[in-house]
């Protein structure tokens, strides 16, 4: 099992641009996550899909969009990047009925 | 005040020293505390947790939970240079499956 997976590893972009990041995961999980990264600022909750067709907002959801593509796959998408999207991005995944979330090995993503 | 706070460290210690990482939250609706272990340019990775009050032991490894007084700890026995990692804790379980991060915590064992 490659348990959860994270498309590109790492990216620069140029102010407002447009790129979408991939998650996928196969361990037949029915929450996903996407969580960003600063330093100082631990994790913070952008978007998450506790099912298969549903989504919604965590602690810091603006200038995202996320699509729950199937039970497997959680894209999210920075319609305009902006310098202050600069971080690195983990996905995760987790069982309905429990906390254990697992983990992608992150995209770093540079706006310039 | 945020809802869970973490020393960031770095804490620095030589091998075989016992380490105390601690969190504290806010939320008492909280049940689920859980610890991650994230070493540099990866994934954090689920560690251990612990259900309500008390202790939980693995390894080298316990994690402890004080309810009353919203304190989240965890005790690294025997520490080695390959412990060294941010620790972050994350607790859960108001009912909506989100876990809350602390910041983490920047361990250096030194050999």
């Known amino acids: 099992n490659a348990g959860v997976t994270q498309t590109p590893k790492f990216q620069v972009l140029k102010t407002g641009q447009s790129m979408t990041l991939q998650c996928a995961q196969d361990m037949n999980h029915n929450s996903m996550y996407w969580y960003r990264q600063d330093p100082g600022m631990g994790l913070r909750l952008i978007y998450y899909?506790?099912?298969?067709?549903?989504?919604d907002k965590g602690e810091v959801p603006n200038g995202y969009n996320v699509s729950r593509l199937n039970k497997r796959e959680f894209s999210l998408r920075l319609e305009s990047a902006a310098p202050s999207q600069t971080s690195v991005y983990f996905c995760a995944s987790t069982r309905t009925d429990n906390y254990e979330q697992y983990f992608g090995p992150g995209t770093r993503l540079t706006v310039t | 005040q945020k809802e869970v706070e973490q020393d960031p460290g770095p804490l620095s210690v030589p091998e075989g020293a016992i380490v105390s990482l601690n969190c504290t939250y806010s939320?008492?609706?909280?049940?689920?505390f859980m610890w991650y272990r994230q070493y540099s340019r990866k994934g954090p990775e689920l560690l251990m947790y612990?259900?309500?009050?008390g202790n939980k032991e693995d390894g080298r490894f316990t994690a402890q939970v004080d309810k009353s007084s919203k304190y989240i700890s965890l005790f690294i026995r025997d520490s080695q240079p390959s412990d060294s990692a941010t620790y972050l804790c994350a607790p859960g379980g108001d009912s909506s499956y989100k876990l809350i991060f602390g910041s983490g915590t920047r361990l250096l064992v030194r050999p």
């Open positions: 612990t259900y309500s009050s």
């Open positions: 899909s506790a099912s298969e067709g549903t989504t």
């Open positions: 939320n008492s609706a909280f049940q689920y």
